[in-house]
Every structure is written in C-alpha cells, then in structure tokens.
C-alpha cells in the first residue's frame, strides 16, 4: 500500500517530514517500510506554509492488516497535526496493492495502466507546475478507488495524493523523474522551538569533504550555513546530494545536540520540476496568456532596459520575450539572491537571455539566469583628447566642435568607445542562500557534464 500525507504542519511548529518519520519507524512492524518521498510541489502556491513538501512511502503489508496500517497513520496524522492552526488542512491518500498491481509494468491489463499512470503522471505534475482545486484530487481519487482521510477542508488531498503519485511513478519508472536525496535529523522533542545547536566548524568541514556529492549544505560567498531552518519545526538540519554515501560521510562529520531520529527522503529537490518551459511565440496577446500567476517558467528574450536598482535594493529589467512578436515582462533579482544582482546589474540593453523564475504581476522573479549573447555593440561618447596636453577638449560652442584652449587645438567630432563588457556570457544562479528546495543548483548542472559555461554560485 503507497500513503502520501500532507498538511500538517503549521509556522508554529510540526513538519509533515517528521510526521512520516515517525510512522515509517512505528509502521515497520506491519511490514517493510520503502524509502519514503519528499515531494515540493508548486513553489508559489499561496497556501503553502513554507516549502510546499508534501510526503508518500510505501508499506508491504499483509492484506488482513491493512486496515489496522490505516487506523495507526490516521491517529498519528490527527495526533500530531496542527489543526488548530487556520490554514492547516491535513489529506492522506491510501492506495492499494490491488491497483498497484494493475500498473505494475506488464501488470493484468496494459490499457488501463496506461491510462491510471497518465492521469496520475499529470496530477503530479500539475501539482509541481501548476495550481490545482480540491475537486480534481477528490474525483481522481475516486474514479481510481484510493481512500482517503482529511481533517478539515480537503486541501491536504492535493499534495497528499500528488506525492503518493510520484512513488507509484517512481517505483515503476526509478528514473522517469530526475530525483535526489535528503537526509533530515530531528531534535528532540523538549528541543523544538529553542535554538538549535550545530557546531559550525563540522558543517564546513562535511561540506569541504562531501561537495559536490552534497550540496546546498553552506553558502561560502554568503558565509552562512543553509543546512537549518530557522522555523520552530522539528528539523534539526537536512543534508542534501546525489549520493547517499556522501550524506552519511557528511552526517558522521557533523556535530550538534543530540537527535531523536534520523530519515533519508528520496526528494524532487534540486531538479528544477517547477519550470516550464515557454516558446511565447504565437501573437502578442497568445504570448501574454501563456503567462500565468504562480507558475515558474523558463523563457527566452532579449534585455530591453538596463537593469535598475529599485527601493529594498532590488535589482529590475525589462525582457521582450523571443517569438513572432514578443511580449514585455519584467524580471527581478530580490535583495535576498545578494550578489546574483551585480550579474543583473551588468546587463545591458540588448542582451539575448534566458531567465528562469516564478511569474506573478507580469514579473519574473529571477532563480538563474543564462546570458547567451552580450551585446557588444555599446557606445559611449566622450570629448575628443587633445594632441597637445592629452586633456579632454572642451566645447567650442553649440555645432563648433571641441577645442583646447591651452594648445589651440580644434576637433569637429565626439570620440566614440566600444564599452567594454565587464560580465562574461553563461549560467549564473541565485546563492544557495536564496535557493528554493525545488530549484536545481548548478553543481548538478556541472556534474552532469555537456554544459561548460556555467557561474556557480559557492
Ligand atoms: P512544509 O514545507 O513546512 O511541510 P508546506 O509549505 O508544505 O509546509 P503545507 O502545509 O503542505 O505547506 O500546505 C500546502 C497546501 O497546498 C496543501 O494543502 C497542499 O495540498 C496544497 N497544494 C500543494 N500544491 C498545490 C497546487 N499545485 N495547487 C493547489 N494546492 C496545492
């Protein structure tokens, strides 16, 4: 049986993460327990409380205790959840062996695995990249015969069911998705809330022994650990990579209070799954409603102001977008992404880019942006130098040209220089410190290889 859960949790305390641990470990003696999901759905959804990570793990349970699994996640769900809190909606979603069975590759009938995988393909994925209503959770789940458990509105069925969707994909297909990993520590209970205890110095050094296998751990332009929340959640840190090897490696390493439990989450983070990518190449008003609040796009254009630093210390430029006609939009980098802005500051008018951001209010609002040609033909005009003394002349007078007084020298025109351009061209990102958890680092760019020219951020 596959169980996605979310939320639960609140800005005042508890972390759907934790939740799943503690049930991974308490369901274990009903059967073997999978690795469990971290899901981040939509980063931009209003409803979020912080990172919009919703959770699913898969249990191998006899078909008589079924219903007993069942009774101890929902007790635990309504023991720990945050329900007092206004816009906690807690959702969990059973799926069962019967149709895990069914879309098993080969399973009894191809047709309607197929179609099962698609609709379930497509919910998580709109739940990533789009925005979804309670509804079309509800009728997926029952046209496909889940189960299901709400406390107050059905919110929670979204991301619960998004999540229990990705594993159903994931264990047929391991990689159908790009996935990466997470180990989250938990403080002890009587900790939650108080400030946290991680010896600086062994996060470096797991950082300086494990990178780029983990990664996001530090910001070393920043000089900031990036590991902890700051919120009163449960989560002492979290250590990310591509290897699990590398994470236990930087775990060993580092030194903190004492921790009540441990989980490795195979996650959705670091991989980029909330951007689509837009072609904006019908008409101008097609382009613009292509566009939509709330969703994350990767669009192409050219730079059609220079970049201005803006109240707040934000730095803005308009884009025309690439297409047939191409509409305008504007991009920000936020004071938070610190000196990702003097890359943006270097922008001039003309420059062919392809920013990558969520879209609200006709603004991008900048994660990584790739320079693919400057524009090298900017000019500036200066007073023409004298021969004589090297000075710069002065005006002779409106349409006299320039002189020197001093070495009575005369020249008609401005002297015209190329600027010279202080950015070079490639991809720059955001610092890990203002990353968000879906966003893909370009470390892992990198070590995918095929891509050279590429600014990490460190
Ligand atoms: P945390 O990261 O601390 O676990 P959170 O940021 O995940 O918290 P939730 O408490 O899970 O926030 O709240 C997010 C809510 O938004 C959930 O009810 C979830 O079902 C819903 N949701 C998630 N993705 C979408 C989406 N794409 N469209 C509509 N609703 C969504």
Request: net charge negative.
């Amino acid at each position: 049986m596959i169980i996605g859960i979310d939320d639960t949790d609140s800005i005042e305390g508890m972390c759907t993460t934790y939740l799943c641990a503690v049930l991974v470990a308490e369901l274990k003696i009903y059967g073997e327990v999978s690795t469990p999901r971290l899901v981040r759905l939509n980063p931009c959804v209003p409803f979020k409380t912080r990172g919009n990570g919703a959770v699913s793990f898969e249990i191998n349970v006899a078909l008589e205790r079924v219903e007993e699994v069942k009774e101890v996640v929902k007790a635990r769900v309504s023991e720990l959840s945050e329900v007092q809190a206004e816009g906690t909606n807690p959702g969990v979603v059973f799926i069962h062996d019967n149709f895990l069975r069914t879309v098993r590759i080969g399973g009894e009938s191809e047709t309607a695995e197929n179609e099962c995988i698609e609709i379930l393909e497509n919910f998580y994925e709109t739940a990533v990249r789009g925005i979804l209503r309670v509804e079309q959770a509800c009728e997926i789940i029952s046209k496909l015969q889940f189960d299901y458990f709400v406390l107050k509105k059905k919110r929670g069925l979204i991301g619960a069911l998004a999540a229990a969707s990705f594993l159903v994909i994931q264990r047929g297909k391991p990689d159908y998705y790009d996935s990466t990993f997470e180990l989250v520590a938990y403080r002890l209970r009587e900790r939650w809330g108080t400030s946290r205890f991680i010896e600086e110095s062994s996060v470096w050094k797991a950082d300086e022994d494990t990178y780029p296998l983990t990664w996001d751990t530090v910001d070393i332009e920043n000089n900031r650990l990036v590991l902890a929340p700051h919120s009163p959640c449960p989560v002492l840190f979290g250590i990310r990579g591509d290897s699990v090897d590398a994470i236990y490696k930087a775990y060993r390493v580092i030194r903190a209070e004492p921790v009540e439990r441990e989980m490795l989450f195979i996650t959705n983070q670091g991989t980029d799954s909330h951007l689509i990518t837009a072609t904006c190449e019908e008409t101008e008003a097609e382009a613009e409603a292509e566009l939509q609040d709330y969703l994350s796009y990767v669009l192409t254009g050219v730079v059609a102001s220079d970049p201005r630093t803006i109240d707040g210390g934000h730095v803005v430029f308009a884009l025309t977008l690439a297409g047939k006609t191409g509409g305008h939009i504007e991009c920000i980098a936020y004071e938070p992404t610190k000196g990702f802005r003097n890359i943006i500051r270097k922008l001039c008018s003309g420059d062919k880019v392809t920013v990558y951001g969520s879209f609200k209010n006709r603004t991008i609002n900048l994660e990584k942006i790739e320079l693919r040609e400057l524009n090298v033909d900017i000019k500036i005009e200066k007073n023409p130098v004298c021969e004589g003394c090297g000075k710069r002349m002065k005006s002779a007078g409106r349409s006299q040209g320039y002189r020197c007084k001093r070495c009575k020298t005369h020249c008609s025109e401005k002297e015209v220089q190329i600027v010279a351009r202080e950015v070079e061209t490639g991809l720059y990102e955001v610092p890990a410190v203002a990353r968000r958890h879906i966003a893909k680092p370009l470390i892992r760019v990198w070590m995918e290889g095929g891509i050279t020219n590429i600014h990490l951020s460190r």
